[in-house]
């Protein structure tokens, strides 16, 4: 099994910057595209970014131009940098890992255990 651990969040006012990360251990070598989610309050979740093994990304459009995605195979480590943050990007941030190919940002699909996830709050 893959275990995601993330962290990072916290209150931040709007324009401002956060940077999540999300450490991976377990069954490694299983993991192909990697992708954070978001859920806010009363909403389903959302798939807002997605990176494949060699480092190809996509976005919502939602966050396309202000959310970064990358990643730190050496680290098994996945990151998500926030910047001009809004209020409507108040969420729980969670990643995932599709398990069975290096999917795409469409058909990307979350095969790993859900972490707690990263509470992201934008408010002045």
């Known amino acids: 099994q893959v275990q995601l651990v993330e962290s990072g969040g916290g209150l931040v006012q709007p324009g401002g910057s956060l940077r999540l990360s999300c450490a991976a251990s377990?069954?490694?070598?299983?993991?192909?595209?990697m992708g954070w989610y978001r859920q806010a309050p009363g909403k389903q979740r959302e798939l807002v970014a997605t990176i494949t093994s060699g480092g190809s990304t996509d976005y919502a459009d939602s966050v396309k131009g202000r959310f970064t995605i990358s990643r730190d195979n050496a680290k098994n480590t996945m990151y998500l940098q926030m910047n001009s943050l809004k209020p409507e990007d108040t969420a729980v941030y969670y990643c995932?890992?599709?398990?069975?190919?290096?999917?795409?940002?469409?058909?990307?699909?979350?095969?790993?255990?859900w972490g707690q996830g990263t509470q992201v709050t934008v408010s002045s």
């Open positions: 995932n890992a599709d398990l069975r190919y290096d999917a795409p940002f469409e058909k990307f699909r979350p095969y790993a255990s």
């Open positions: 377990g069954r490694i070598f299983s993991i192909n595209a």
